[in-house]
C-alpha cells in the first residue's frame, strides 16, 4: 500500500477546493429542497438581500422560507457535521482507538440524562432550565466524570480512558432509561426524536454561539496537528517529543467535550459522523492530522446537510429523525469505501 | 552532552522496578545497558528521557536536573528510538520522521527549512530515503526500525537514547545501525540483548539485574565468565572476535542449580 490517494500536496489542494465547492453546492440545495422548491438563483438573491444596504427582497414567501427556516436549519447542520466530525477524529486520536467518537466518552449519554429529564419531568425538575442548558450540563457532568476516572498518574492511559467512558456512559444511559419508563407516549416520541438527533427545529440565535464554538475550536486544533501527529506514536514517544501529554490531553479532551456538547445540546445524538468521517478522511488523505482535520471538517460539513436533506424527502411530509438517515446511508458507503480501498491496497 | 542518573528508583504499583540505579553516560560515547528480560532495562531508560519521573533519584542532562527542563527543552537535548509501536501505522515514512522536528516548532507557524533539511538529512543517513512516501504499515520489522532511528536523528540531538534497537533486524542491518550510532557525533545509551554486539561497540556497559545495576565499566571489565553467570545463570567463555579485536562470548549450558535472576 503506498500512500492515500489525496495526500500528496496538489491533489490534498485539489480535494480541499472540491469539498469547498460540495460545501456550497449541498447547501444551495439543501435550501432549495423541501415542500416548495426554491432556484439556487432564487436563494443567492434572498441571500443578498439581506447583506446591509441591498435592496430588500420582493416576494416575501420566499424571503421567509428561505431566511427565516431553510438557510438557518442549513447552516446548523453544516457546523454541527463540522464539529462531530472533527471532535471524532482527535478523539480517536487520543484514545488511540478506531471507535472514538462523542458516544465513547461519555457526552452523548451525559446530554441525554439532561434532556430527558427536561423532557420528561418538566424543566422545573432541573432548575428552570431549557432543554439544551441541560442536555449541554449532562453532557459536561458525564464528560468530568469519565475524565476523572480515567486518570492515572497525571495521564489519560487510552484503555483506560475508554473504559471509564464506556461505564459512565451506561450508567447514564440506565438513569435515561429509567427516567423513559416514567414518560407519556407523546413525551417517549420526542425522546426518541431526540436520541437520534434532528436540525429541523433550527433558528438564527442557535448558530452565533455553535460558530464561535467550532471556528475556534477547529482553529486551535489545527494548529496543534502536528503535535497531534507526535500524540500518535504513544505517551513515551510523545513524551521524548516534548510534549506535556497529560496537559495537552487535557486541553484536547475539554475542547473537544465543550464543542460536541454544545452541539449535542442543540440538536441531540446524532451518530455515525463522529465515527465515520475521519475514518473516511484517513482513506482519502492518509493519517497525518495536518490532512485529517480539515477533510473531516468539510467532510463533515457536506455530510451533514446531506443526511438532513434525505432525512426530509424521502417520506415527505413527515420528517426522519437525522441519526437514521446518517447511519442507514453513511455505513454502507462507508463499507463500500473500505473494501474498494482494502482491495487496491492490497497488504494490510 | 553528557548524561548523569544518580541514585534513581522507580516504583510501578507497590513494585520497585528499578533500585538506587546510577549510570553515567560521557559525552560522545556509547553506553550500553545490558541484563535479562525484566531486569529493568526499559524502566530505567524511560526514567532518561522524561516518560516516567523517578520515585528518587535524579537525572543530570549537562549538569541539569532532568525535571527542572521543560518537557520541550528536553526533547532538545534526548531523542528516543523506541521499540515497534503499531499505532501509527497509517502514517507514511515522511510523516513519521517529520514528528522529530516537534521540540523545534512553534505551535503556528509552517516547517521551516531548517525543519525540511533535518527531515531529508535524517531519512538519507538511516537509509530510508528511498521509501518516504511508503506507509509504516506495509514496511518490514527492520525497515520500520531505521525509519524511527531516522526520527530520532531528526530531532537533532545530543544525546539519543535506543531501546533494544536491534530487534528485528538481521546481521548485516545490526552493524550498519551500530556502526552509524558509532559515527555520530552524539552521546548514545542503549539497551542491548546481544551481548556480543554491546561488546563489540560500546564504550561502557551496565548490566541491570532485578532493578539494580550489578556491574559497570569498560566492556572487559564487566563481560566476565562470573558475571554473565551470575546475572544470566549460564556458563559463558570469554575470548577475542578476532576480526574485531573485541571480546566475544560464546556460552555454553546453564549454570548448574542455580536460579537466574540471583
Known amino acids: ?348 | 552532552m553528557r548524561l548523569h542518573a544518580r541514585g534513581v528508583s522507580v516504583v510501578l504499583q507497590g513494585v520497585g522496578i528499578v533500585r538506587s540505579a546510577s549510570l553515567v553516560a560521557e559525552a560522545g560515547t556509547m553506553v550500553g545497558v545490558i541484563g535479562p528480560n525484566g531486569s529493568g532495562k526499559t524502566t530505567l531508560l524511560k526514567t532518561l528521557y522524561r516518560a516516567l519521573r523517578p520515585a528518587d533519584g535524579h537525572v543530570d542532562v549537562d549538569g541539569e536536573d532532568l525535571w527542572t527542563l521543560t518537557p520541550r527543552e528536553s526533547a532538545r537535548r534526548t531523542a528516543v528510538m523506541l521499540q515497534d509501536d503499531t499505532s501509527e501505522f497509517e502514517f507514511t515514512v515522511q510523516e513519521t520522521v517529520e514528528t522529530g522536528r516537534v521540540p523545534h516548532q512553534r505551535l503556528l507557524g509552517r516547517p521551516t527549512a531548517t525543519d525540511q533539511a533535518a527531515v531529508t538529512v535524517a531519512l538519507e543517513t538511516a537509509g530510508v530515503a528511498h521509501l518516504a512516501n511508503r506507509v509504516l504499515a506495509t514496511l518490514s520489522g527492520g525497515e520500520r526500525q531505521r525509519v524511527f532511528l531516522a526520527r530520532a536523528l531528526a530531532q537533532h540531538t545530543p544525546i539519543v537514547v535506543l531501546d533494544e534497537p536491534t530487534n528485528h533486524l538481521d546481521v548485516s542491518a545490526q552493524i550498519d545501525l551500530l556502526e552509524l550510532l558509532r559515527s555520530l557525533p552524539v552521546t548514545v545509551i542503549a539497551a542491548l540483548h546481544d551481548l556480543n554486539l554491546a561488546a563489540a561497540y560500546c564504550d561502557v556497559l551496565y548490566v541491570m539485574s532485578g532493578g539494580r545495576v550489578v556491574a559497570h565499566g569498560p566492556v572487559d571489565d564487566v563481560l566476565t565468565p562470573s558475571t554473565i553467570a551470575q546475572v544470566y545463570g549460564v556458563t559463558a567463555h570469554c575470548t577475542t572476535n578476532p576480526l574485531t579485536g573485541r571480546r566475544a562470548v560464546s556460552f555454553g549450558a546453564r549454570v548448574p542449580s542455580q536460579k537466574a535472576a540471583l
Open chain 1, 1 to 348: 500500500m503506498r500512500r492515500a490517494p489525496f495526500a500528496g500536496p496538489q491533489r490534498f489542494t485539489g480535494l480541499m477546493g472540491a469539498l469547498v465547492v460540495g460545501v456550497v453546492a449541498v447547501g444551495l440545495v439543501s435550501v432549495g429542497v423541501g415542500s416548495v422548491w426554491i432556484s439556487p438563483a432564487e436563494v443567492w438573491s434572498v441571500m443578498w438581500s439581506h447583506v446591509p444596504g441591498a435592496p430588500p427582497a420582493t416576494a416575501l414567501a420566499t424571503d421567509l422560507i428561505v431566511w427565516t427556516v431553510r438557510l438557518p436549519r442549513t447552516v446548523l447542520g453544516i457546523l454541527v457535521g463540522a464539529a462531530l466530525a472533527v471532535s471524532g477524529a482527535v478523539i480517536q486520536t487520543v484514545v488511540r482507538n478506531p471507535l472514538g467518537d462523542p458516544y465513547l466518552i461519555g457526552i452523548v449519554p451525559g446530554a441525554g440524562v439532561g434532556a430527558v429529564l427536561v423532557i420528561v419531568l418538566g424543566s422545573g425538575a432541573v432548575g428552570g432550565i431549557s432543554l439544551a442548558a441541560a442536555a449541554f450540563a449532562g453532557a459536561m457532568l458525564a464528560f468530568a466524570a469519565t475524565f476523572a476516572l480515567g486518570r492515572q498518574q497525571g495521564r489519560w492511559p487510552p484503555v483506560r480512558l475508554v473504559l471509564a467512558g464506556v461505564a459512565i456512559g451506561y450508567l447514564f444511559s440506565a438513569f435515561t432509561y429509567f427516567l423513559q419508563t416514567l414518560a407519556t407516549p407523546t413525551q417517549l416520541q420526542r425522546v426518541l426524536f431526540w436520541t437520534l438527533g434532528s436540525v429541523s427545529g433550527a433558528t438564527w440565535g442557535d448558530v452565533p454561539l455553535l460558530l464561535v464554538v467550532v471556528v475556534v475550536g477547529t482553529a486551535w486544533l489545527t494548529a496543534s496537528a502536528r503535535r497531534l501527529n507526535g500524540l500518535a506514536g504513544g505517551t513515551a514517544l510523545a513524551t521524548s517529543l516534548g510534549l506535556d501529554v497529560g496537559r495537552f490531553q487535557l486541553q484536547l479532551m475539554a475542547l473537544v467535550a465543550l464543542m460536541t456538547g454544545a452541539v449535542v445540546a442543540v440538536v441531540g445524538g446524532i451518530g455515525f459522523v463522529g465515527l465515520m468521517v475521519p475514518h473516511l478522511a484517513r482513506l482519502l488523505v492518509g493519517a497525518d492530522h495536518r490532512r485529517v482535520l480539515p477533510t473531516s471538517l468539510l467532510g463533515g460539513a457536506i455530510f451533514l446537510p446531506l443526511a438532513d436533506i434525505a432525512a426530509r424527502t424521502v417520506r415527505p411530509p413527515t420528517e426522519l429523525p437525522i441519526g437514521i438517515v446518517t447511519a442507514a446511508v453513511g455505513a454502507p458507503f462507508f463499507i463500500w469505501l473500505l473494501a474498494t480501498l482494502g482491495r487496491r491496497g492490497g497488504a494490510s
